[in-house]
């Protein structure tokens, strides 16, 4: 909520008074979402120790990031267990999608030009909002910084360069354009290079504690050369506005593979060309409001394996994607309201593999919702209804999906102040199993059903803000939930040697707590300090079959226990942040055994910012130092993360 105040003396006034000029003041109401949200946003996001959205994210409670290394490993994310197709990543309001394999690679997406970062569990605090968007388990929202103009200003210009260790270089460059008195537009750029070499420790126990290998080596073939075009313009109109977008993302990479039987060096390759153009209108007259997208996507995959001890692959894959969306909301009164939101989306994925069934997809999305906004009390429920007809060549095509998601979800405030409130939900998801599942050669399963995914939330949350104290602002929340993830679809062996199939085998129960807190302070003048904390307890274990060896036992990568902390100082431009991941004991395979174990690892960041301005110029200076203690881990088994890099950033911007 933004609030502006006009002083403004009369011209009538003595002479002895002094006229002032047009003052305004813009200040951000604390935010009361009904559904559990965590947020990273402006300064606060620029001050992370993070290259891209993968890294940002591991602040965030209830996360799992899953990084193969290095600048060009790729990086996907994973909320609350349930499995990353079962998350949504939104990119300026319409949704991000890859129907080969559900998942989206992060890595992709650097953070210069992303304005505010947000988790949701569960799905928004909104009811106006796309069809598909009340589907997902938990849902990741970018959005990307928008033109804003003072008074005079006609343009912006951001200049970026960043060099550090890996033989990194990457500049990027933002422009900003005022066309007119309603419309603006923004071109951003960005260029990385690295040879991805960085040492690391190679070291091993065996299951009878006894030291197996203990050797330091280079890592290989983790290069990558990619560059993005993002082309933005923003329309404002008497009763609402547009958006316009066009995205490109092209990249050679390496594909760092696992250190195993001392190999060192692998022979894959990828190109990615990932390119979409979408366009968004929201309009609001009277009690009624309509949000309208579209968007068109071409992704295109080239696959190459030259390693002489595996067998020659070079495959190229491409994907389509047309979406074109309605949601349209009424006011019943002022505080009710009612929602009717229509998706369709069509994929297909076509690839020169032979034998391949080059397979379509038809997705229908309607969704309804209602919310209801008393004084000391918040509810909102949905339901979302899933038609999806696939079809394929030369095989019996599946039976098409119905599938059913409703959600309920509720927030109050016992005291007055408005400071604690009280918050659950309920809600059931599913994830249709992707191309891969489905048709992929020889081990595709056509039969599949979807994934559900049944949701329980209970959670409190106190804020408090108090401008001009020594306390600023000071929030914690915890939340306490269940969720049961039905017919999972696991790779299952189908009697021959290598020959494997997906079959809805999985039942995974998990329950957590997730835990997060903020304090800021303004000890003495010019002085901020801001401290975050997160914690996040999970117990996610396979209840398949009492017959299976790891019958009870916690799935994979997912730790018991783990946790981030950051604290920042800001004083006179001059900025010190630290920060600190934590990722408890995990097994790497689904049996909890000895010989499965991987050990805890956790990092330290540390950076110092200083900022200038000189006249309309501001100037920006970043020095950071990523594991400060070198330490020598794994997010994936025999996936070596770096030690200590270090990384230099300087910006102009007009």
Known sequence: MIAILTLM??????????RLHEVEVTAEAPRRDIIPVQTLEGEELRRMNSNSVADALRYFSGVQVKDYGGVGGIKTVNIRSMGTNHTGVVYDGVELG????????????????????SLYNGQKSEIL?????????????????????????????????????????????????????????????????????YKFRYRRVNPAGELAYDTTAVRQNGDINATRLEANVHGTLTSGSWTAK???????????????????????????????????????????????????????????????????????????????????EFALTDRWSLSASYDFQWNALDADVYGFVKPDRFSNFLSVASALNLERFKTQASCLASFIHDRIIGQEAPRDKRVLSPAVFVNTYPLRNRDFSLRAFFKQSFRMPTFNDLYYADMGNSKLSPERVTQYNLGLVYDHTRPGGVITAARLSADVYYNRVKDKIVAYPKGQQFRWTMLNLGLVDIRGVDVTGMLSLNPVSDLIITARV???????????SPADNYYRHQIPYIPRHSGAAVANAQWRGWGLNYSWIYVGERYNQQENIRYNYTQPWYTSDLSLSKDLRLGRVGLRALLEVNNLLSQDYDVILNYPMPKRNYRLTLTVEI
């Open 9 to 18: 003396l009369a011209a009538t006034q003595p002479p002895d008074t002094m």
């Open 98 to 117: 890859n129907a080969q394999n559900g998942q989206i690679d992060l890595g992709q997406f650097s953070l210069d030009n992303i304005e505010a970062l």
């Open 129 to 197: 909002q796309p069809a598909k968007d009340f589907g997902s388990a938990g849902t990741i929202y970018m959005r990307t910084r928008t033109p804003h103009f003072r008074a005079g200003e006609t343009y912006h210009l951001r200049a970026t360069v960043r060099t550090g260790s890996f033989d990194l270089l990457n500049p990027s460059a933002l422009i900003e354009l005022k066309l007119s008195e309603r419309i603006a537009a923004s071109l951003s750029a960005e260029w990385v290079n690295s040879s991805g070499k």
């Open 246 to 328: 066009v995205y490109n993302y092209n990249s050679e990479r390496g594909v760092p593979g696992a250190i195993v039987n001392n190999v060192w060096r692998r022979g894959e390759r990828i190109w990615d060309t990932n390119s979409f153009v979408q366009g968004r209108y929201s309009g609001f007259f009277g009690r009624f409001s309509t949000l309208n997208n579209v968007k068109y996507a071409f992704y295109r995959t080239h696959y190459v394996n030259n390693d002489d001890k595996q067998i020659k692959i070079d495959n190229l894959y491409r994907q389509k994607e047309v979406y074109i969306s309605s949601a349209n």
């Open 534 to 544: 997160q914690y996040t307890f999970q117990r996610a274990i396979d209840i398949t």
